[in-house]
């Protein structure tokens, strides 16, 4: 079984719904490669066109990859509010 790495760049959104009322959201992004999880950084006040310019690398071990990216508002004492969610199947494009 081959093994290798998924490398992400997480460069921002546009036009997200905001869900925070009296103020800008303060997005960030979770995203999920098999049982591997990584949070983004949150981008605080930046409302519906938030960016992060961040990378996250994942271990893979064959070529059928998903990525699962999940947008969340930080609501700082209460729950976070759910933004959006993404999957990109076949992320490594069957290089492995």
Do not use: H
Not at 1 to 22: F, H, I, S
Not at 30 to 47: D, F, P
């Amino acid at each position: 079984m081959a093994q290798g790495t998924l490398e992400v760049l997480l460069v921002g959104a546009k036009g997200l719904e905001n869900t925070d009322y009296l103020s800008n959201m303060d997005p960030y992004a979770v995203l999920k490669c098999r049982s591997q999880e990584q949070k983004s950084s949150v981008a605080s006040g930046k409302g519906s066109d938030p960016e992060w310019n961040e990378t996250f690398v994942f271990t893979v071990s064959d070529s059928t990859t998903e990525l699962f990216i999940k947008l969340l508002d930080s609501d700082g004492g209460t729950d976070d509010d759910f933004v959006g969610e993404a999957t990109f199947e076949d992320a490594l494009g069957s290089k492995l």
